[in-house]
RNA sequence: GGCGCCAUGGCCAAGUGGUAAGGCAAAGGUCUGCAACACCUCUAUCACCAGUUCAAAUCUGGUUGGCGCCU
C-alpha cells in the first residue's frame, strides 16, 4: 500500500526543522501543506523554510502560486496528489507537513470534491444575504437539506452558502455526500504525527516568532507585495495571518502596535483552533514536545512507529 | 495629620434599592471548495465587617487598599 507521512501541529511548535531530519532520515520529500506558503514573496510572515533550511530536501507547493492566484482546498489536493505520485515514481516517500488540517484530511482520505463550475450562484446568493439576513437564507437550505441546515449554525454564512451551491449544482444534499465522503478509509498506510506541547510555551513561542518577523522586516516585505501585485483584498494571500494586520496598518487603520498585538492574538487564537482540530482528527498519534524534548528523541519515536507500520524497513 | 474621590470576574466596563449588560483575554467545540477562513458555547454574586430594609453591588457606619489635593 502507498506508504505517507504527515507530520504537523500547531503553528511555531518547530514543525520544520524536524521535517528536515525526518525526510533525511526515511528519504522523503516534504509536501507543504500551507495556504500561505505556496504564495511567492510571502516569506517572513508565513514563516515559510528559506532555501539553505531545506538542505537538499525536495519540497513541493511551496513558492508556486503568484499571491494573485487563488488557493484553497481542491487545488491543494489535485497539486498534492500529483506531487505524490510523482515522489513515488522517484521511490521516495511523501511527508506531509503544514498546519492546514483540512488539506491533510483532504489527500489523506482521498476526499472527492465534485466538480464545480460556477454559474454566478454563488455571487446571488451572497447578494441575497445582504438583502434578506441569514435566517432567509438558512431557511432556505432547511427546505432542500434538512440535515445540513441542523448542523449549520445560521451565522455561518459561508458554509450555508456552500451547501446551497452544492445543492444547486448537484441536487443533491451536502449532507450525504459529506456523510460518504467520512465513511471513507484511506487509501495510504500513513503515520499522522502531531506535534504538541505545554500551551503556555507555545504561546510564548507564537509571541516570539511575530517580534522576530517584525524585525525581519514584515512590514516592508508587505509594502513589497502591494506594489507587485494587484491584490484584491479578499484574495486569500492577503487574508494570511501577519499580512491582513499589515495591510490595515500600511492604510492607516491601526498603529503598528495594535498590528502587532492582533497578529499575535489571532496567532494564539489559530494555534487553538489546529490542536481542536488535530483533537478529534483519528489515528493521530500525539508526540508531547515536552516529553521528547529535542528533535532527536522525536525523531527516534517517530522512526520506531513508521516500522511499526511497516512505512520504512527495520534494519 | 486634614479634606475629597474611588474600590464590580484575568483586564476594560454598565448598573445608584428588587435580585449582576457588554467587550477583550482565557477555555471548550464545529468544520468535506474561501480553512492563517467562517462559525458556536462558556466564566462573578459586586474589597471586608456591621447596620437600615420585605429586598442592597446600589443607603448608613466602620475597616482595608488606591488616587488627588492641602498643611
Given amino acids: 500500500m502507498n506508504k505517507l507521512i504527515v507530520l504537523t501541529g500547531p503553528t511555531a511548535v518547530g514543525k520544520t526543522d524536524l521535517s528536515i531530519k525526518l525526510a533525511k532520515a526515511v528519504n522523503g520529500e516534504i509536501i507543504s501543506a500551507d495556504s500561505i506558503q505556496v504564495y511567492k514573496d510571502m516569506n517572513i510572515g508565513s514563516a515559510k523554510i528559506t532555501e539553505d533550511e531545506m538542505q537538499g530536501v525536495r519540497h513541493h507547493l511551496i513558492d ?17 496528489d500529483k506531487a505524490i505520485k510523482e515522489i513515488y515514481e522517484r521511490g521516495h516517500i511523501p511527508i506531509i507537513t503544514g498546519g492546514t488540517g483540512f488539506y491533510i484530511q483532504a489527500v489523506l482520505n482521498d476526499i472527492d ?3 464545480n463550475e460556477d454559474d454566478g450562484y454563488r455571487a446571488y446568493l451572497e447578494n441575497l444575504v445582504k438583502e434578506k439576513g441569514e435566517l432567509y437564507l438558512h431557511d432556505m437550505l432547511k427546505e432542500v437539506d434538512e440535515k445540513s441546515a441542523e448542523a449549520i449554525h ?4 459561508k458554509k450555508v452558502i456552500r451547501a446551497l451551491e452544492y445543492h444547486h449544482q448537484t441536487g443533491e444534499k ?31 513561542r507564537i509571541e516570539k ?3 522576530i518577523m517584525i524585525e ?20 486569500v494571500s492577503v487574508q494570511g495571518l501577519g499580512y491582513k494586520e499589515v495591510f490595515a496598518y500600511l492604510r492607516g487603520e491601526i498603529s503598528l502596535d495594535e498590528a ?4 499575535k492574538r489571532d496567532t ?47 534494519d
Avoid at 260 to 263: A, G, L, M
Avoid at 289 to 311: A, F, S, V
Fill in 260 to 263: 502587532i498585538y492582533i497578529i
Fill in 113 to 115: 470534491f465534485k466538480e
Fill in 64 to 80: 508556486v502560486l503568484s499571491p494573485e492566484e487563488d488557493f484553497n482546498v481542491v487545488t491543494f489536493k489535485n497539486m498534492a
Fill in 174 to 204: 451536502i449532507s450525504e455526500h459529506n456523510e460518504t465522503e467520512r465513511a471513507k478509509k484511506s487509501p495510504y498506510n500513513f503515520a499522522y504525527f502531531v506535534l504538541d506541547c505545554e500551551r503556555e510555551k507555545l504561546y510564548k
Fill in 216 to 235: 525581519q522586516g514584515l512590514v516592508d516585505e508587505v509594502k513589497g507585495l502591494l506594489n507587485k501585485y494587484d491584490l484584491s483584498p479578499d484574495s
Fill in 209 to 211: 516568532r511575530v517580534d
Fill in 268 to 314: 494564539r487564537h489559530f494555534a487553538k483552533r489546529q490542536l481542536t482540530w488535530f483533537r478529534r482528527e483519528k489515528e493521530v498519534i500525539r508526540i508531547d514536545k515536552d516529553i521528547y524534548d529535542t528533535d532527536e528523541k522525536c525523531l527516534d519515536y517517530i522512526l520506531g512507529i513508521l516500522k511499526e507500520k511497516g512505512i520504512i524497513q527495520s
Fill in 154 to 157: 445560521f451565522n455561518n454564512v
